[in-house]
């Protein structure tokens, strides 16, 4: 199963995540580079 791309819906997921993530992450106003 190696090299096995992950399917539409996991992907679609795994954005999802990330986009909260950054989200998240842009709201807190400490840190910023």
Do not use: A, C
Request: charged letters at 20%; a negative charge; proline letters at 6%.
């Amino acid at each position: 199963e190696s090299g096995h791309l992950p399917s539409m819906q996991q992907l679609v997921q795994i954005l999802d995540n990330e986009m909260k993530l950054n989200v998240h992450m842009d709201s807190i106003p400490h840190h910023r580079s």
